[in-house]
């Protein structure tokens, strides 16, 4: 793992269109060996996406992969590049509310798209944040990690363990809460709310924290900016009159929201979650392994 970093840093010397080709390269290589993962990408675009052909789904396929690994590759550039460097890359819109932050608690709603370090290195430019994160298993990658989101304003990285009450702390002194609400962490606190018309375990604690905190959520997605030119960040109005009395509907509001980002920019979605591996009582497992076939025939 010191060798990876190593190589990570050295990386980040690199101009962004040869980084981002670099790893968009890498990407397709992984999208031929990791047949697993492959399945439960094709998978989940066949459930949420049956409009479009095969075909299609194939080239979304491949194309999240490629963005996949191209994200991680430029993640070099976020934990190692100068403030200046990131504020020529980084495209925001319209701009960081931050008088929105010092008025009430925030929580500053991220989907799991691949860019969306991203937007946690934009916001910690200007100010601090809180966060939930995994710790990871290697403590070399997990201390460069932590070290990377939190350089230039301290944040604050809370585990899932520690439960709600030290988020309630830091958004009480105006940290906005950056929150990952949709992947699949099992049953417990989650309902199952259609996304794209399929049941998915979705958390409830967006709804459920913006009411213990009055807080107001603001929606922020990360994307490539075209031509490896770097990325835009978009920061969404405040939900109006959210969440109100009733959380499973106030989830599916989210969950609505986040279907019309992917829409947008299908293969930027991170695709590769098992985000259906929890079913309802009964209902077989949507990832069961199918025959082995090579790229061309899947």
């Not at 390269?25 to 999208?31: A, T």
């Not at 709603?109 to 298993?137: I, M, N, R, W």
């Not at 962490?185 to 375990?201: L, R």
Request: glycine share 4%.
């Amino acid at each position: 793992m010191r060798f990876l970093l190593i190589l990570m840093w050295l990386l980040h010397w690199l101009p962004l269109p040869l980084l981002g080709r670099l790893g968009k390269g890498v990407g397709s290589l992984l999208f031929i060996v990791m047949s697993s993962r492959r399945h439960i990408t094709l998978t989940n675009l066949r459930l949420c996406l049956p409009e479009r052909t095969e075909a299609e789904r194939k080239t979304i396929a491949k194309q999240h992969f490629q963005n996949y690994a191209r994200s991680v590759f430029e993640r070099a550039i976020l934990w190692w590049a100068s403030e200046a460097r990131l504020k020529r890359l980084i495209v925001v819109e319209p701009s960081i509310p931050l008088s929105s932050f010092q008025s009430q608690p925030t929580i500053l709603l991220c989907p799991h798209f691949v860019c969306l370090d991203v937007a946690g290195v934009t916001v910690a430019l200007e100010t601090s944040a809180c966060s939930v994160y995994v710790p990871q298993k290697n403590r070399l990658f997990d201390d460069a990690l932590r070290k990377g989101r939190s350089r230039f304003h301290p944040v604050k990285i809370f585990t899932r363990n520690e439960g709600i009450k030290p988020i309630l702390r830091a958004m009480r002194d105006h940290l906005p809460y950056f929150m990952l609400p949709d992947m699949d962490f099992g049953i417990k606190d989650a309902e199952f709310i259609p996304f794209f018309g399929i049941p998915a375990a979705t958390l409830t604690a967006t709804a459920r924290i913006a009411t213990a905190s009055k807080a107001q959520v603001i929606p922020v997605i990360a994307t490539f900016l075209p031509n490896y030119q770097g990325w835009k960040i978009t920061f969404y109005p405040a939900w109006e009159n959210y969440p109100g009395e009733d959380m499973i509907a106030a989830t599916r509001h989210m969950n609505a929201f986040i279907e019309e980002r992917v829409l947008e920019t299908p293969a930027e979605y991170f695709w590769t979650h098992k985000r259906f591996k929890t079913r309802p009582p009964g209902v077989p497992s949507v990832y069961a392994p199918a025959p082995a076939k090579s790229p061309d025939q899947v």
